[in-house]
């Protein structure tokens, strides 16, 4: 019986790591311009997430712990969701603003760029706070 309590222990530990894994949501793509997002079967989000990292020099773990800062070193906010259009390129990056109310807004990627930040691999816009808490806000796929 002492045997099982240390197994049971174990898969309670794992299953909460699991359960809290922080890929879920991290890939989405849109079917078309305007429809709601859905997330996509995770083999097909690594590939595309993974894609779509090399096109900034980052792995894909580099840019989806990105922060956003402006060229003066403002932090701006933090990468959440990558979104893919149908073809699964990349077209918007998912930011939680920095501020009251954690809003999540869609960043067009042509707004942003790499830099190096102290050994650190994150994204810089020229956009002002106020133009970024302007961009269409995000709403997550349904489940």
Do not use: S
């Given at each position: 019986m002492n045997r099982f309590v240390p197994l049971a222990a174990i898969l309670c530990l794992t299953g909460g790591v699991v359960a809290c894994s922080d890929r879920d949501d991290d890939v989405v793509q849109a079917p078309a311009p305007g429809a709601a997002p859905v997330a996509l079967p995770d083999q097909q989000a690594d590939a595309a997430a993974s894609n779509a990292a090399l096109a900034f020099n980052m792995t894909r773990d580099q840019l989806e712990d990105a922060g956003l800062y402006s060229r003066a070193n403002v932090d701006l906010g933090d990468v959440e969701t990558l979104v893919l259009d149908a073809s699964g390129a990349?077209?918007?990056?998912v930011v939680e603003l920095e501020g009251p109310g954690d809003m999540k807004v869609r960043v067009p990627v042509a707004d942003v760029a790499p830099i190096d930040r102290n050994g650190d691999r994150d994204l810089v816009t020229d956009l002002t706070p106020g133009q970024l808490q302007a961009l269409p806000a995000?709403?997550?796929?349904?489940?």
């Open positions: 990349l077209t918007h990056l995000w709403t997550p796929p349904v489940r």
